[in-house]
């Protein structure tokens, strides 16, 4: 039962284009969404994090976007950069208290190629 | 400082062999995490700390024994391993925000284990 679901395993973008991840989830406890980035032989990095009462956060070059209606997020890069290139990572939380307190969900990530 | 530290970067042990994985972080978070991550998949859940004691087992086999000593390190005692459990082991940590699910966990660079 893959409750977060990253349907594409791969993309590839030009330097300089926008990036755009996406990513989907079934669990309605879920109310905090984070993207990660992973390099090879290496421990996922903290990109950025949304809580369920936003729709939109920024930090610099990144953005995420959730639409809880539609159960789906999106991580947009831009401009896209030659060290962008790496596995990333959509993770979720949620149900506060009980055993599901400070477990992460993790979807099966997408591997992005920025193109010089 | 806001790093998770792991030892050793590379590990071969055999079927026989005890062994340990080492963690410490010292941003006084009081939830720290293993993971298990094989190629091309996402991290997957071991065991969660909180305030020093074991909240999660995600049924890991009992040749994987966690122990927390401290708030700062995290230790996994390996024994009777199997080759299948040749895999990036992960470190992570969080702070413990009572009643949330506001988890950004920050990840170790991992421990590769190789069991011949």
């Known amino acids: 039962d893959q409750q977060v679901k990253q349907n594409s395993p791969s993309l590839s973008v030009q330097e300089g284009r926008i990036s755009i991840l996406n990513c989907d989830y079934t669990n309605s406890m879920f109310d905090y969404f984070l993207w990660y980035k992973k390099y090879p032989a290496e421990g996922p990095t903290f990109l950025i994090s949304i809580s369920s009462i936003k729709d939109k956060n920024e930090d610099g070059r990144f953005t995420v976007f959730l639409n809880k209606s539609a159960k789906h997020l999106s991580l947009h890069i831009v401009p896209s950069q030659p060290g962008d290139s790496a596995v990333y990572f959509c993770a979720a939380s949620g149900g506060a208290g009980g055993t599901s307190y400070g477990k992460l969900t993790f979807g099966q990530g997408t591997i992005l190629t920025v193109h010089p | ?116």
């Open chain 2, 1 to 116: 400082d806001t790093e998770v530290t792991q030892t050793p970067k590379h590990l071969v042990m055999g079927m026989t062999n005890k062994k340990s994985l080492k963690c410490e972080q010292h941003m006084g978070h009081r939830a720290m995490y293993w993971y298990k991550q094989k190629a091309k998949k996402p991290p997957e859940l071991m065991f969660v700390y909180s305030y020093e004691k074991l909240s999660i087992n995600e049924s890991v086999p009992s040749r994987f024994s966690p122990e927390c000593p401290n708030s700062s390190l995290l230790n996994l005692h390996l024994h009777a391993l199997q080759p299948e459990d040749s895999a990036l082991y992960l470190c992570a940590s969080s702070r413990l925000l009572a009643g949330s699910s506001y988890n950004e966990q920050f990840f170790g660079p991992g421990t590769r284990l190789t069991v011949l």
